[in-house]
């Protein structure tokens, strides 16, 4: 979670200012409700694959938007 984190705040600071508040207040949001998020024991062993693969992609910014727009908000 750290290194998404870090990647998390890297990507607002290179907002503009005006957009950064909006952002972080996205994120902050996203965070806070994690807690509410129930995974069953299967979806807790995919997550656990997929951080232990060193290969694994991460996704800018603009990709994720674009995932965002083809599948919908």
Known sequence: MTKLL?????????????EQDAAAGAWLDYVKHMRDIQ???????EVRRRRAD???KFLS?????????????
Not at 39 to 45: M, N
Not at 61 to 71: I, T
Request: hydrophobic share 35%; no cysteine.
């Open 6 to 18: 870090d990647e998390a705040i890297r990507q607002v600071v290179q907002l503009p200012e005006g």
């Open 39 to 45: 995974l069953t024991e299967e979806q807790i062993a």
């Open 54 to 56: 060193p290969n694994r």
């Open 61 to 73: 910014l603009d990709e994720v938007r674009a995932r965002v727009e083809r599948f919908g908000s």
